[in-house]
């Protein structure tokens, strides 16, 4: 349905990766959680994974590694985006977080790239705080955040 709208269509790819592996052939965006990533390839190199899972699949792709930031793959390149530094509370929810926030940027026509910085700010706020829904940053607070921390060349 997202395909013939001409919208994204992302999908949040945690462990456990679903028994019926043709979702993983049909997002337009597939984001890996780590552990999602490693199930499903057998390798713990995750850049390498990524790579495999993107050579089979041939779409944009990604694995979110928490303070270790989020490697990337798409067109047969690959590439990785910082996390920000955040003092870390409270971890639940956080991937949640990170991908409502990278399905937003991508319907508001960011690049994946500036998605996937908005996304790991969203999630660098909500691990500071106490809470899975609680702890979810407001729109507002992201954009405070990345205008006080990210680089001005990743954002509009």
């Avoid at 490697?71 to 390149?77: D, Q, R, S, T, V």
């Avoid at 205008?147 to 509009?156: D, F, M, S, Y």
Wanted: aromatic content about 6%; glycine content about 10%; charged content about 25%.
């Amino acid at each position: 349905v997202a395909r013939r709208a001409g919208i994204p269509g992302v999908l949040d790819a945690d462990a456990p990766v679903p028994d019926d592996r043709s979702i993983l052939g049909v997002a337009s965006h597939v984001a890996f959680s780590a552990q999602g990533l490693q199930t499903l390839v057998a390798d713990n190199d995750l850049h390498r994974g990524l790579a495999a899972f993107h050579r089979i699949h041939d779409r944009w792709c990604c694995v979110t590694d928490g303070e270790n930031g989020v490697a990337i793959c798409c067109g047969g390149k690959s590439g990785s985006v910082p996390s920000f530094k955040a003092r870390t509370v409270d971890t639940l929810g956080a991937g949640d977080v990170w991908h409502g926030a990278f399905a937003l940027a991508l319907a508001e026509k960011e690049t994946e790239r500036d998605a996937v910085i908005f996304a790991n700010a969203a999630a660098a706020i909500k691990v500071s705080r106490h809470g899975a829904r609680e702890g979810a940053p407001t729109r507002r607070e992201v954009d405070d955040f990345l205008e006080k921390n990210a680089p001005k060349e990743a954002i509009g």
